[in-house]
């Protein structure tokens, strides 16, 4: 029997990163935004210092959990971890596409018999990289070609989507068609800082360019009212949206 994916309609675009190292920082400001309002990010700070525990109990409260832990290692191991946290009963997983079609495929076939089966996606470029740091590690083509490249892969893959910056959207869907998700961090809302972020992008531009879900953190975790500055980002995407 084909797994049915965990793709419940979502109230809002955005996913909050919960960039914190204590579990109490993460419920503090959900408990702010509402679990159920918007998805939540859990990454390798929050995931190293509270562990799994941290996970269930979000989806206890209904919250969707994107696991953020970009497995990148051989394919048993990348298979058996997506394996463990499907079982968390997390909404979105995710992988390094540049860990190759063997462990790409892994991952996917590894989900398959999970009921629902958590979306999978995979990591192209980072958004802290541009092309100068690229060339560093070997890479001597363009962020914007690297993207393309990875992005068939994990298409090519059965993945779900990919992870990508703003400006690389629509090459992303034009090549993979408008279903093939695009999970966009580097959203910096108009005013604010950069941050380490090479590669970001107003929500606007982001949704204006067709991207599925905004990962956004320190806006939000770190505004004098978190709750506030929640639903001004959800006006700026609303009025993106009514005006593409």
Known sequence: MASRVNESPMKSKVIVALDYPQASDAFALA??????NCGFKIGKELFTHAGPDVVRAFVA????????????DIPSTVAAACRAAAALGVWMINVHASG??????????????????PLLIAVTVLTSLDDAQLREIGVGDS?????????????????????????????????????????????????????DQHRAATPTVAVR??????????????????????????????RAARET
């Open 31 to 36: 408990e702010q935004l509402g679990f159920a």
């Open 61 to 72: 409260r209904g919250a969707k959990v994107f696991l953020d832990l970009k497995y990148h």
């Open 100 to 117: 190759g079609r063997d462990m790409l495929s892994a991952a996917r076939a590894s989900l398959a018999g999970c009921q629902p089966r």
């Open 143 to 195: 962020s914007a070609t690297q993207v393309a490249r990875l992005t068939r892969l994990a298409h090519d893959c059965g993945l779900d989507g990919v992870v990508c910056s703003p400006h690389e959207i629509a090459a992303v869907k034009g090549d993979c068609g408008a279903a093939f998700l695009t999970v966009t961090p580097g959203i910096r809302p108009t005013g604010a800082g950069l941050d």
């Open 209 to 238: 360019a067709g991207s599925d879900y905004l990962v956004v953190g320190r806006p939000l975790t770190r505004a004098a009212d978190p709750r506030l500055a929640l639903a001004e980002l959800e006006s700026e995407i609303a």
